[in-house]
């Protein structure tokens, strides 16, 4: 199956939800141009309240759609840009791949995987009930979130709707993604 980019969002201002947009700039070790939580360091507010000068290792916010599609299921609306991801993918199991994973969206971008989103209790502020959607607990008692992967900028490039995504696996041992 092709992997491609199905929608990409951002938002210039603090919102839970990022609006779609026709594209977005990646910028090297920074995010995504105009987004809110681009930058070297830190930007989501409770990360910065612990402490500021932490590495951002959120500059990027990935979700695979077909998550879309398990929500739809359960009776919740939702869609790209919904839950604040700045690029929706189809095709690829992103909570799959390996931290380190490098994904090549479009000609030029790369982003770098660094780990799993942790999903916060806004998510039910947007629809009741969402959060445990997104979060549940597997067979052995283990937390399982659903609500993306993040990612650093490595390549700064324009990302647009119907662009391939392409998967770089890092050396092995891979290391399991852990929330970020």
Partial sequence: MNSTVVAVSSNGVYS????????VTLLAGLGVEGDVHAGVTVKHRSRVAQDPTQPNLRQVHLIHEELFAELRDAG???????????????????????AG???????????????????????????????KQVVGRDEDG?????????????????????????TELPAEPHRPLERV
Avoid: Y
């Fill in 76 to 98: 919740f609306d939702v869609a790209p840009g919904d839950l604040g991801e700045n690029v929706t993918t189809g095709g690829i199991d992103l909570l799959a791949l390996p």
């Fill in 16 to 23: 839970f939800t990022k609006p779609n947009r026709g594209s």
């Fill in 142 to 166: 283990g937390i399982v979130r659903k609500a993306g992967i993040m990612g650093i900028v490595r390549v700064g490039g324009v990302v647009r709707p119907g662009d391939p995504v392409r």
């Fill in 101 to 131: 994973t490098l994904l090549h969206l479009g000609d030029e971008a790369v982003v770098e995987v660094t780990g799993l989103r942790n999903p916060c209790l806004q998510i039910d502020h947007f629809q009741d009930g969402l959060l």
